[in-house]
C-alpha cells in the first residue's frame, strides 16, 4: 500500500475563517512534507518533518502551522488566509534518510480563500 | 540548497514519436525521482532513480549522478502521456520548473 490520504479534497474558506487540512499515511514512513502548487508552478516546499519533529520551514507565513502528532499524521492549520494562498496543498511522506527513500504524494486539497 | 533545472519546458509531439525530458540538479543527490502530474494535479511516481536506468513499459530513465543530471525517455508516445512532468531531488524534495508534454493524435 504506497497511499497517503488527503482530506478534504476541495475547501473553501474565508479570510477570518480557521480551517485544517489533513494527511494520513500507514506505511510507516518517518518523513513528512507539506507543499504549495499554484497553477502552472511546481509544488514549493513548504514543511518537512522528521520523527514528528519539524526540520524545514521555509519561511511559511505563521498563518500556515503544521503538526505532526504521530507518525502517521500530519495537520496543517490554516488560520486568517488571504486571497494569494489559494492554491493546491500537496502532502508526501518518505522513508527516513539512509534507506530507499522514495517519497509518495496524496491527491492534494483545493484550497480557495475568498 | 540543491537547484533543479528541467528542460525542454515544453514539448508537442505527435502520437507515436519518442521524446527525452532532461534534468540537471546543482550537488550531488541521494534521491531523484521522476513524476507525471495528471490534471487533477495528482503526482505519480513514474521513478526512483538516484542512479542507474530504469525502465517500464514505454517509459525509461537514466540518471548519471557523477555528471548530475538524468533522462526520462518516452518512447511511442500516446495522447494520455499528455501533462507535466517532474523531477525532485534530495531527501526535502525540491522540484523542477517541469516539462509540459502535449501528444497530439
Known amino acids: 500500500d504506497t497511499e497517503v490520504t488527503q482530506t478534504p479534497k476541495h475547501l473553501v474558506m474565508g479570510m477570518t475563517n480557521k480551517k485544517s487540512l489533513k494527511c494520513e499515511q500507514h506505511?510507516?514512513?518517518?518523513?513528512m512534507y507539506w507543499y504549495k502548487q499554484k497553477a502552472k508552478k511546481p509544488p514549493e516546499l513548504m514543511f518537512v518533518?522528521?520523527?514528528?519533529?519539524?526540520?524545514i520551514n521555509e519561511s511559511v507565513p505563521s498563518r500556515f502551522s503544521p503538526e505532526c502528532p504521530n507518525s502517521s499524521l500530519l495537520n496543517l492549520h490554516l488560520h486568517a488566509l488571504q486571497p494569494e494562498d489559494s492554491a493546491l496543498y500537496l502532502c508526501?511522506?518518505?522513508?527516513?534518510?539512509?534507506?530507499?527513500?522514495?517519497?509518495?504524494f496524496g491527491q492534494g486539497t483545493r484550497l480557495t480563500v475568498v | 540548497g540543491i537547484q533543479v533545472e528541467q528542460s525542454p519546458p515544453d514539448l508537442i509531439l505527435q502520437e507515436g514519436a519518442n521524446s527525452t525530458l532532461r534534468c540537471n540538479f546543482s550537488?550531488?543527490?541521494?534521491?531523484l525521482q521522476w513524476f507525471h502530474q495528471n490534471p487533477w494535479g495528482q503526482l505519480i511516481n513514474l521513478f526512483y532513480?538516484?542512479?542507474g536506468t530504469k525502465q517500464n513499459g514505454r517509459l525509461s530513465a537514466t540518471t548519471v549522478a557523477t555528471e548530475r543530471y538524468s533522462l526520462l525517455y518516452i518512447s511511442s508516445s500516446q495522447t494520455t502521456d499528455s501533462g507535466v512532468y517532474f523531477c525532485?531531488?534530495?531527501?526535502?524534495?525540491?522540484f523542477g520548473a517541469g516539462t509540459r508534454l502535449t501528444v497530439k493524435p
Open positions: 550537488d550531488s543527490v541521494n534521491n
Open positions: 506505511m510507516g514512513h518517518r518523513a
Open positions: 532513480i538516484p542512479s
Open positions: 518533518y522528521s520523527y514528528e519533529k519539524l526540520s
Open positions: 508526501a511522506s518518505s522513508p527516513p534518510r539512509g534507506v530507499n527513500t522514495e517519497a509518495f
Open positions: 525532485a531531488a534530495n531527501n526535502d524534495m525540491r
